[in-house]
């Protein structure tokens, strides 16, 4: 069995920095849906996304391979990283509050754990990995504020979706480490190419965006969506993936509340509670039994080995 891929100081600076991109998704997504159809807001991030890449890519002199293989697996990449799962966060977001979808969105490491179990040779699930995750779940839950539980009993239809596209991305990070031999800029333009043309078709048939009427305030919010949260993000998730696999990777959904906490301190002055400081301890003790990295843990584990 091979060593369980670990953590390194660029991975952990790498993972803060998407976390930062992504933290501010859900607001992004919540402004544009109020102006703009689910499928054009999708369009619009994934396909601007996907021009300002390949712009990148061949203005460094890169370019695409041609053979079909290649695109068969962005294809099915496309699909489990974007076209999915980012349809079903938008149309959940005019279903369910975005607290509900903080939590739920929790679940992501548990998928990829379980997923990765099964479908990896040195990612295989275990005691501390299992306690980690769980304890990172509770951390969410506290800092966001374990009153949003309330909303799990309503409006099933668009929890589900959120869980739906929580286990798409732990496929899609498993999936993604098969594609090393390329340079990550050309494998997320290709990848970002082939979720667009995915959904090209169902937002033209359901909501042609020449029929639509945004204001500024949405077309700003799906031009941060595409540049921020999905042309550099994107990036940024799969270098981690290939670095550091599909469970460090998916870790990354127990970060992205915390972001939400400090930018509210920093930008508006909002006071954290006990709940949030706790919510901090739990996700961090977990980020740390995850990966080993507790003192007590390794004593336990030396004794357990004598």
Known sequence: MKPTL???????????????????????MKVAVQDLPVFTVVLGRIGIAALLLTAYVYLRGMR????????????????????????LFVWAGTQIDSNVSGILNSTTPLFTAILAHFLT??????????AGVLCGMVGV??????????GLASNVGGQLAVLCATCSY??????????RDLPVAITTAAMLVASTLLILPISLWLAPPWTVQPT?????????????????????WLT???RAGANNSSQVTF???????VLGFLVLGEQPGWNALAGLVFILLGLAVAQGRLPVLRHWRLVANQ
């Open 141 to 150: 839950v506290l800092l966001i504020g374990a009153d949003a539980l309330s």
């Open 240 to 242: 981690i993936v290939l």
């Open 6 to 28: 670990k953590m390194e100081r660029l991975d952990w600076l790498l993972l803060l920095l998407l976390a930062s991109l992504w933290g501010s998704s859900f607001l992004f």
């Open 170 to 179: 732990g496929f899609a990070g498993i999936y993604g480490r098969r594609v």
């Open 121 to 130: 040779q040195d990612e295989r699930l275990n005691g501390k990995r299992i």
């Open 64 to 87: 695409f391979p041609l053979d079909r293989a290649f695109w068969q697996q962005m294809l099915l990449l496309g699909f489990l990283r974007a076209a999915l799962p980012i349809s």
């Open 255 to 261: 970060l992205i509340p915390i972001v939400a906490i």
């Open 216 to 236: 500024v305030v949405a077309v700003s919010s799906v031009l941060a969506l595409a540049t921020f949260n999905t042309a550099i993000a994107f990036m940024v």
